[in-house]
């Protein structure tokens, strides 16, 4: 008996999380009695066929499906004429809407996501709708005299269409990280390469919300990797706009030295600096190590100075290079890789070095030895 209770309750625990899985898409789709609609899993890389059904002579319908977690699917009536869902295990779905402008006018119950989903689709749509008739506008009479005063017209329309929503999406994503519609909404484009979400931070705490939650889920994981190849990229792009400013164009620098003193490269503006990292492990920085203590030595006296950023992660070997080395200007790295140094100055390998001028501009880079000596030379 106890046995057989037991298998019972197994059953039962087996059924009820089933059930917490199962899905349903119910609704009644305007004009479309006889017509199929159908149901595709949306992925990354394919369209995947989960159900289809005939709807009735009233218009009505009804599928069901199983999801562990947040899903997108598209609810199909004809190409180009779909609604797009977010659905979650457990939730009923009621779809309604017209067969002919199903994609544009559908509504849709008892999933809070595809709500979300659905806000930002037609949103969306309408504002590209608004920003492309603008476009086709202004290309048409872009050369006429006799449209100056539209153009400029057109023009203020066009940014204001691009403002508007690109302010609404990221106040989207800052306000639901943790929904996968962010996810949606994160990806919308303008053009080709041409993302309407513009705010990096924003996008990096939705991605990082998501992959703590969803770290398996394939759209969550692309959605991170994306996050930080383009938050890289801006950071390289920003370091492009500094090294192209008439100004300071190098990042500060603020490490610890062997003695735990932290070190500013700012607080050497007024001398010409020569910024480099390097690796106590390294035979060429070791050589070339030799090479910069000739130069300090030569041109110390004349205003030149060395800061060495070192990318190890052994202390000790670090401590030995320096003594054995005989290198007596600014010596700093964390003993973590020096990784924010690295990415601020776009490092991929050491030695790499930036010769740095009397304000902080960057003039040369990669500077060695007989190169080095002549620019000093010239600068000194």
């Known amino acids: 008996m106890n046995k057989t209770l037991a298998l019972l309750a197994i059953v039962i625990l087996m059924v009820s999380c089933g059930k917490k899985n199962n899905f349903t898409i119910s609704g009644k789709i305007d004009g479309g009695a006889g017509k199929s ?18 709807l009735d002579k009233a218009g009505e319908f009804k599928m069901k499906g199983r999801v562990s977690e947040p899903t997108y699917f598209l609810l199909k009536l004809s190409d180009g004429n779909f609604a797009t869902l977010l659905v979650d295990s ?19 119950k008892g999933s809070d996501n595809s709500s979300k989903v659905r806000d930002l689709t037609l949103k969306f749509a309408a504002a590209k709708s608004k920003t492309d008739s603008l476009q086709k506008l202004y290309q048409k009479h872009q050369n006429d005299p006799l449209f100056t005063s539209d153009l400029t017209k057109w023009n203020s329309e ?11 999406l990221n106040d989207f994503v800052k306000r639901n990280p943790f929904s996968m519609a962010s996810v949606y909404g994160l990806y919308q484009k303008w053009s080709e390469n041409n993302y309407v979400a513009n705010d990096f931070q924003a996008m990096k705490t939705a991605a990082s ?63 010409n600096v020569l910024l480099h ?41 670090w401590s030995a290079a320096i003594a054995e080395d005989h290198l007596t200007w600014i010596n700093v790295g ?21 010769l740095l001028d009397k304000e902080g501009k960057i003039v040369a880079k990669n500077l060695q030895g007989p190169e080095l000596n002549s620019a000093l030379a010239k600068i000194l």
């Open 158 to 168: 066009y940014a204001k269409q691009v403002n508007d929503y690109t302010i609404y």
């Open 37 to 54: 609609i159908y149901l595709n899993h949306l992925t990354l890389t394919a369209l995947i066929p989960v159900d289809s059904v005939k």
């Open 209 to 271: 919300a998501l992959y703590a939650v969803y770290p398996k889920n394939d759209q969550v994981k692309a959605l991170y990797n994306n996050a930080l190849t383009i938050i890289r990229e801006q950071k390289n792009a920003r370091l492009n706009d500094l090294m192209s400013q008439s100004a300071v164009n190098s990042p500060n620098i603020k490490l610890p030295d062997v003695s735990g003193i932290t070190r500013d490269l700012w607080s050497l503006h007024g001398k």
């Open 334 to 354: 964390d003993m973590k890789g020096s990784i924010s140094a690295l990415m601020n100055y776009n490092i991929h390998s050491v030695p790499a070095n930036y």
């Open 90 to 108: 457990a939730e009923n779905l009621t779809i309604t809407g017209s067969f002919k402008q199903f994609a544009s006018d559908y509504t849709v």
């Open 277 to 317: 990292f390097w690796s106590a492990k390294d035979k060429t920085c070791r050589i070339q190590n030799q090479v910069l203590v000739e130069l300090y030595a030569k041109y110390k006296s004349r205003g030149f100075e060395i800061f060495m950023v070192s990318v190890d992660d052994d202390k000790a070997a």
